[in-house]
């Protein structure tokens, strides 16, 4: 994402945070179709993917005096709340009811654990390394990353679906990041 | 479960947000005492953000903007609408024409229009190579999509295929679900002879059905999705060598074969 995007961002979730609509016009206009998109490869459903979209939003504008621009941009923000939510929803489906911890959990509670400003820019064509990096991961890596984020699918379920051992499973992703971190890291440089 | 040494590995797992209950509670508790996996865990949050941007990128209903922004928020889009600073820089200078002579002024709107056309030819050209490539995603995320309907399945079951004869080194696995379909990945196929190709076959206690043509990349691997009828009872699956184009029922070498579990 360009830098000035993310200072348009920045202004913008501050007037959101004061009731401003037309500020929360801009940020849909901004990051609506990612929103979107992102719910709609996870639910498969578009009634369904709509309405996640106006849950993140509708989330976005009750809690935006709450997000810290020093530690993450908006877009990141919004499409890790679009992705917890279409996973809890898709989980609600097939009856799975534990919560993903993940969009309150993973990035917000540990302080430390968000990268600064400068690595979470991630720019169209970084994204376009990443997805060429997983489409060329060994299959059973590419799976199992695909399962944990896409299917919302746990440790010991991905384990079970592909029937490997847990070790493997661990292994796979954590090799599987690196990778796609690497590819990521790759684009920094050009 | 964890061996405690193993704690480490986690890093991924967690990244994804894919560990749950007492495994998700141990590992946030070492990550209090480790500074090299949260590290690790911070250095893999762009990845995953890149992961949530990297699917095809799908225009939302417009009404679903009125959903989310309730009244006024029209001004993104008027701000958009608003003259570029060279017409803007044109319409003063129109305001003086009279002074400086229409001749001069149809001269700049002739080169304005010029210079509006090349653009528009640029923009044509740049949307025709977006949507291209938007359609190549989409195609890729649709194929991803089925392949994760197979073996997100609960009906799901897996065969191993072994390389036969001048394939001994070649390996195979299938993922079937009944409902939704079947993944199948190969690795080290010998290269194909000119005019041939590998075809997949679903063998049926009647028949054996096609299940697609397999293309090996250079290093012999592949990977493929198909559809299949969710009438039929597979009892194995079957690579064989066939004439380009595929046929109707098996007549080459088997390649790989392997039995589908009762």
């Given at each position: 994402m360009r830098?000035?995007d ?23 206009d901004r990051?609506g179709r990612l929103?979107y998109s ?85 720019t169209a064509e970084?994204v376009a390394?990443?997805r ?59 | ?52 941007r990297?699917g095809a990128v799908v225009e939302p209903p417009l ?13 993104a889009v008027?701000?958009d609408l608003?003259?570029s600073?060279t017409l ?25 229009i010029d210079d509006l056309e090349a653009r528009l030819a640029a923009a044509n050209f740049r949307a025709g190579a977006a949507e291209r490539q938007t359609a190549d995603a989409r195609q890729a995320a ?121």
């Amino acid at each position: 994402m360009r830098t000035e995007d993310r200072d348009a961002d920045a202004r913008a979730i501050h007037k959101v945070a004061a009731g401003d609509q037309a500020a929360m016009a801009e940020l849909y206009d901004r990051h609506g179709r990612l929103v979107y998109s992102l719910a709609l490869r996870i639910l498969d459903d578009q009634a369904d993917a709509e309405d996640i979209v106006q849950e993140v939003f509708s989330q976005a504008w009750s809690q935006a005096g709450r997000h810290d621009v020093a530690r993450g941009s908006v877009g990141a923000w919004l499409l890790m709340m679009t992705r917890s939510r279409a996973i809890d929803r898709l989980r609600s489906r097939r009856g799975q009811v534990d919560p993903v911890p993940f969009a309150e959990g993973a990035a917000l509670q540990l302080a430390d654990l968000s990268p600064s400003q400068e690595a979470m820019a991630s720019t169209a064509e970084q994204v376009a390394r990443v997805r060429d990096a997983l489409s060329r991961l060994p299959l059973l890596q590419r799976l199992s990353v695909e399962l944990a984020f896409y299917e919302g699918l746990s440790h010991s379920e991905i384990a079970e679906r592909l029937e490997q051992p847990l070790g493997t499973v661990k292994t796979r992703i954590r090799l599987a990041l690196m990778k796609l971190r690497e590819a990521l890291g790759e684009g920094k440089m050009a | 479960m964890n061996d405690p040494d193993d704690l480490h590995e986690l890093t991924g797992l967690y990244a994804l947000g894919a560990l749950r209950g007492e495994e998700h509670a141990r590992f946030e508790a070492h990550l209090e005492v480790c500074e090299r996996c949260r590290a690790e865990v911070r250095s893999f949050s762009p990845v995953v953000e890149s992961l949530s941007r990297a699917g095809a990128v799908v225009e939302p209903p417009l009404a679903l903007r009125a959903r989310v922004v309730p009244g006024g928020g029209n001004r993104a889009v008027v701000r958009d609408l608003r003259p570029s600073p060279t017409l803007a820089w044109l319409a003063a200078a129109a305001s003086v024409v009279l002074t400086i002579g229409v001749g001069w002024y149809a001269a700049q709107l002739h080169a304005r229009i010029d210079d509006l056309e090349a653009r528009l030819a640029a923009a044509n050209f740049r949307a025709g190579a977006a949507e291209r490539q938007t359609a190549d995603a989409r195609q890729a995320a649709d194929r991803a999509q089925d392949m994760l309907g197979v073996l997100s399945a609960p009906d799901m079951a897996r065969v191993d295929l072994k390389g036969q004869g001048a394939a001994a080194a070649a390996a195979g696995r299938a993922f079937w679900s009944r409902s939704r379909g079947l993944v199948f990945t190969a690795t080290n196929l010998p290269a194909l002879p000119a005019g041939k190709v590998y075809q997949l076959w679903v063998v049926t206690p009647t028949a054996p059905v096609s299940a697609g043509l397999l293309h090996p990349d250079d290093q012999g691997r592949v990977t493929t999705v198909a559809q299949t009828d969710p009438a039929i009872s597979p009892v194995a699956m079957a690579v064989t060598l066939e004439p380009e184009g595929g046929v109707p029922s098996p007549t080459g070498d088997k390649y790989l074969i392997g039995m589908v579990a009762p």
